[in-house]
């Protein structure tokens, strides 16, 4: 079945961009929508964007400014850069398929992320 | 934006009770309704779309209700492995948001 792994820094400092990406395995990437979901410790859960087949993104209102969604279907992943991050950037990040356009069936196991210097 | 709002924000039952949690919406959203299931430490999990269906495999305790602005997740007979953190998330339009949770306790 469908599985979704996220990769990257756990590490992050001030004013970098935070990077990461998500594997998809067990599926194609050309079909669904793919997010990104964001909890801070003990917050929330907050939808940052999401991606198509065909590369169009729709980004959470106030992330927009620094936040990209990125797709390569060659390798089966998509990415996610949110530059200028600051200490409230600290969250576990998660990727998700959109299943039913919006409703969130598959997720990857989450991968913490500490912006810290 | 639409804000969602639960309530109540934790709750502590006894196995076996009913349980109810709620969830509204600062607009109309008609059914587009999701609930989400969390247990400590874990990822979330699908229970709940189109404000009543359940997904495959989720327990039929498990119920939704709902449309417009007003949901509610019942759990039937609280059982153990119930315990968790529930989100509602609302998807009529992005941008796609969830509640503020109801954390789940066994009293």
Redesign the interface.
């Known amino acids: 079945q469908v599985q979704l792994q996220e990769s990257g820094p756990g590490l992050v400092k001030p004013s970098e961009t935070l990077s990461l990406t998500c594997t998809v395995s067990g599926g194609s990437i050309n079909y669904y929508y793919w997010?990104w979901i964001r909890q801070p410790p003990g917050k929330?859960?907050?939808?940052m964007g999401?991606i198509d087949h065909s590369g169009k993104t729709?980004y959470?209102?106030p992330l927009k400014s620094r936040v990209t969604i990125s797709l390569d279907t060659s390798k089966n992943q998509f990415s996610l850069k949110l530059n200028s991050v600051t200490a409230a950037d600290t969250a576990v990040y998660?990727c998700a398929r959109d299943?039913?356009?919006?409703?969130?069936?598959i997720?990857?196991?989450?991968t913490m992320v500490t912006v810290s210097s | 934006?639409i804000q969602m709002t639960q309530s109540p924000s934790s709750l502590s039952a006894s196995i076996g009770d009913r349980v109810t949690i709620n969830c509204r919406a600062s607009q109309g959203i008609s059914n587009?309704l999701?609930w989400?299931q969390q247990k400590p430490g874990k990822?979330?999990?699908?229970l709940i779309?189109?404000a009543s269906t359940l997904?495959s495999g989720v327990p039929s305790r498990f119920s939704g209700s709902g449309s417009g602005t007003d949901f509610t997740l019942t759990i039937s007979s609280l059982q153990p492995e119930d315990v968790a953190t529930y989100?509602c998330?609302k998807?009529?339009s992005?941008?796609?948001?969830?509640?503020?949770?109801t954390k789940v306790e066994i009293k």
């Open positions: 997010s929330r859960l907050e939808w999401y729709n959470s209102p998660y299943w039913v356009f919006g409703v969130f069936d997720w990857g196991p989450g | 934006d587009y999701a989400y990822v979330p999990k699908l779309y189109s997904q989100y998330q998807y009529n992005a941008p796609w948001t969830f509640g503020q949770g």
